[in-house]
C-alpha cells in the first residue's frame, strides 16, 4: 500500500482544493450520522469556489441543514445564490426535490411536463418514487449530472464544480450505483438510457466521492467499510474528512503519567493552593486526576482511530472543532484550511 499523506494542516498556499481536484467536476460528500457531513460538503463547495469560480451545492435529502449553515430562507428547487467566496468566486444552492426532479425527467425524455404536473396532483409521483426508491435515487443523482453537463453542451449557468451533499455512508454506494438500481426496473428505453448517462459520470474521474469521519471506533469502521464498497463498485474514492478533532490538553509525558496515575500530586496541590482552592482540595484533586485520565484514553483512542484512517492511504484532511459550533464565519474558516491544506 502507498504511503499515507499527511493530514492536512494550515499554513501551505499554492495548493487549492480547485487544482488539487482540477479534474473532478462532481464532488459527492456522505459520511455516518453526526460526523458533520453537510458542513464539510458547505466547506468544499467553499474553497472551490475561491478566485472567481462557481459552485452548486445540491441537498437530496430534504433536511434544509444547507440553509441553516448559510443562515438563508428554505432552499426551493432552483439554484440560489448562497455565499461569496474569497477573490470573488460564488455559491451557489439547490435542494433537490424528487418530484420536481421527476418533472423534469419526463419533459426531457416525454415532453409530457404538463401531465406529470397532473399526476403529482393526483399524488401518483409521490407513489411511484416510494414503491421504486431506484428510480428516486436516479432522479437525484441525475439532477447533480445535469448540472455537470452543462459544460459539454457550453449552456448557460455553468458550474466549475458541483458539491452533493449525499446520503450517509451505510447507503451511498447503493444511492450512486444507479444502474444496478434500476435494472429490475427497466432493461433498456429511456429510463435505462437515463441512468446509462448518470453513471457515465459519477462512476467516472469527473467524481471524487469523500468521506466524513470522526475519531471514534464506529465512524472510523463505517468509513473503512464505506470506501471499500465503493471501489468493490467501481466508484472513484476521493479523500477522507476527518472532522471535530481537538488537539490534546497536555503534552505526550504528561498523557503517559496520566494514564498510569502518576502525575505529580504535589505539583497540581501547590496549583490548587495558588488558585484559593486548598480548601477543596480532597473534592478536586481526584477528579482532576479522573479527568486527566479520561482525557489521555481518549487521545490514545483518537491516534489508533487516525493509524487506521492513514492506512487507508487516501489523501486525508483534519478539521478542527470549532469553538462554540459552526455558523457562516466558521464555514469560511474551514474553507480556508481546505484551501491551505499541504495534502496532495
Not at 40 to 56: E, F, N, S, Y
Not at 197 to 206: D, E, Q, T, W
Not at 220 to 241: R, S
Amino acid at each position: 500500500m502507498a504511503p499515507s499523506p499527511a493530514p492536512a494542516q494550515a499554513g501551505h498556499a499554492g495548493v487549492t482544493a480547485a487544482s488539487r481536484w482540477a479534474g473532478v467536476d462532481l464532488h459527492v460528500v456522505s459520511g455516518k450520522g453526526g460526523t458533520g457531513k453537510t458542513t464539510v460538503a458547505a466547506a468544499l463547495a467553499l474553497a472551490l469556489a475561491r478566485d472567481g469560480r462557481r459552485t452548486l451545492l445540491l441537498e437530496v435529502e430534504g433536511r434544509q441543514g444547507i440553509a441553516q449553515l448559510f443562515d438563508t430562507p428554505p432552499l426551493p428547487y432552483e439554484e440560489r445564490k448562497v455565499a461569496v467566496a474569497p477573490g470573488g468566486g460564488e455559491v451557489w444552492a439547490l435542494a433537490v426535490d424528487p418530484q420536481e426532479a421527476l418533472l423534469d425527467y419526463l419533459e426531457s425524455f416525454y415532453n409530457m411536463r404538463r401531465a406529470g404536473s397532473a399526476l403529482r396532483r393526483m399524488g401518483a409521483i409521490d407513489f411511484v418514487t416510494t414503491i421504486a426508491p431506484g428510480l428516486r435515487d436516479v432522479l437525484l443523482t441525475g439532477k447533480a449530472v445535469e448540472v455537470v453537463r452543462r459544460k459539454e453542451k457550453k449552456g448557460s449557468d455553468v458550474y466549475d464544480a458541483v458539491v452533493i451533499d449525499a446520503p450517509p455512508t451505510g447507503r451511498i454506494a447503493k444511492f450512486l450505483n444507479v444502474n444496478s438500481e434500476v435494472s429490475g426496473l427497466a432493461k433498456a428505453g429511456p429510463i435505462h438510457k437515463h441512468a446509462d448517462l448518470v453513471m457515465g459520470v459519477i462512476a467516472s474521474p469527473r467524481t471524487a466521492v469523500h468521506l466524513v469521519t470522526l475519531l471514534e471506533e464506529m465512524p472510523v469502521q463505517e468509513t473503512i467499510d464505506g470506501f471499500a464498497e465503493l471501489a468493490a463498485n467501481g466508484l472513484p474514492v476521493g479523500a477522507v474528512f476527518v472532522n471535530m478533532t481537538r488537539p490534546p490538553l497536555l503534552t505526550d509525558a504528561q498523557l503517559l503519567m496520566a494514564e498510569h496515575d502518576t502525575l505529580p500530586r504535589e505539583g497540581i496541590r501547590a496549583s490548587l493552593a495558588q488558585c484559593g482552592l486548598a480548601a477543596h482540595e480532597t473534592e478536586i484533586l481526584p477528579a482532576l486526576l479522573a479527568e486527566a485520565a479520561d482525557h489521555a484514553q481518549r487521545v490514545a483512542l483518537e491516534r489508533r482511530e487516525m493509524q487506521r484512517i492513514e492506512a487507508l492511504g487516501l489523501p486525508t484532511f483534519v478539521l478542527p472543532m470549532l469553538p462554540g459550533g459552526v455558523d457562516l464565519g466558521g464555514l469560511y474558516e474551514l474553507a480556508d484550511l481546505l484551501n491551505e491544506a499541504d495534502t496532495p
